[in-house]
């Protein structure tokens, strides 16, 4: 007998309340493994691949790419007995029934509760509940106490194909008798919309995903609207939220860096660091973590709950990274313990995962200090916004040949801009002063270091 589970929507443990649909790794028909990995997701901080619990047949996809669906919502229906084997011939007592031998494997993953997911299809709108099979429906070769349930209606792939739609634009077309595995979608990754299934009801040629018939764009106004989801839309909320609850304070400072960039060239070439890419990134990130020692404040947080101010003996290095889906911020843990080869491993494997989308929630939490290397954009300075839970971020400016005074005399030199925000709450303007030039002087000098 079959039997219908419903897979939910998991938080994957950092509090979220809703994400958007990115890709289905699984189509109806298609055999799934215990934790195999059956949907990616995007959350207010990263793109995520969640693993299904249950072994089985997959029947439905809930959900279409692109939807924002809560936590706990059913986004997927998976046939865990898709062979009848498990089914009894006859009624057993309850409390006599034995437990299948793959629930033991199929104990609920992180995030997704202890509670017994429903094993039957939730009923469609004015539909009668699937309580039993259908008239149609063959007879089981075997005789049972009472009618297997009826499998979910699923539309049939052809050739594996199923088409993105969203379910408005599904019934619109079963309404007007368009065949949706005949169009191809405008919108972005190819969904259908609305209008491709009335152009097909209308005997119009269908328009091409390059056309000006797209997502969000207004002819009339020549404008284009896209919703802010996701990572963006975290970011904005967490930016307004810093700017306007930390009394931002914002020190700069110009330093000459050729002899850090010297230093670079020569460890670039020695056995310890060959093959490790080492950026300038990588001697701000030492520099910050040596700094923070003697200027402990930047690396504390303001506690508005218990008005308090939080000391961390441990600095979790954020490292703001420009990605397709918005600005995030992952971080390297415990970077204070690490030497200068590690954080530039560190920093190659955590801006690959972020520029891929990868960066797991987990790797984002808990931050104390961040570095925003805007010079990568060709950019000498700005005012960066300090993360919440945060107390200070350094933004490092473009390194540029420039005219500079040495020993009294012009020359040419490798120059670049700090530039640090603090929240004047937990940081006095001598501390923060004191820690930027320290900062400074390291990568002017970076032989100073062996007196901190």
Sequence with gaps: MPEYKQFPLADTAEGLTEADILNWHVKPGDTVAVNQIVVEIETAKAAVELPIPWAGVVTELLVEPGQTVEVGTPILTIDVDPGGAAAPSAPAPASSAPEPAAEEEMKPLVGYGSKTVVTQRRARKGAAPVAAAPATAPAPAAATASPAPAA??????????VPLAKPPVRKLAKDLGVDL???????????ITRDDVQRAANGAAPATATSTVDAGYDPATRERRVPVKGVRKATAAAMVQSAFTAPHVTEFLTIDVTPMMELRERLKNSREFRGVKLTPLAFAAKAVCMAIKRTPDVNAVWSEETKEIVFKDYVHLGIAAATPRGLVVPKLHDAD????????????????????????????????FTI?????????????????????????????????????????????????????????????????????????????????
Excluded: C
Excluded at 152 to 161: D, I, L, M, N, Q
Excluded at 181 to 191: E, F, K, N, R, S
Excluded at 338 to 364: F, Q, Y
């Design 372 to 452: 925003s290397n805007i010079g990568v954009f060709g950019i000498d300075t700005g005012t960066p916004i300090i993360n919440p839970g945060e107390t200070a971020i350094l933004a490092l400016g473009a390194i540029r040949d420039t005219p500079w005074v040495v020993d009294g005399e012009i020359k040419v030199r490798k120059v670049m801009q700090l530039s640090l925000s603090f929240d004047h709450r937990v940081v006095d303007g001598q501390q923060g002063s004191e820690f930027l030039a320290d900062v400074g002087a390291l990568l002017s000098d970076p032989a100073v270091a062996i007196t901190f």
């Design 152 to 161: 979910p209606a699923v539309e049939a792939p052809r050739g594996g194909y």
């Design 181 to 191: 595995h005949a169009l191809t979608g405008t919108a972005d990754g190819g969904v």
């Design 337 to 368: 313990a690490m030497s200068l080869k590690d954080i530039a491993v560190a920093l190659t494997e955590l801006t690959e995962v972020a520029r891929e989308g990868k960066t797991t929630p987990a790797a984002m939490l808990n931050g104390t």
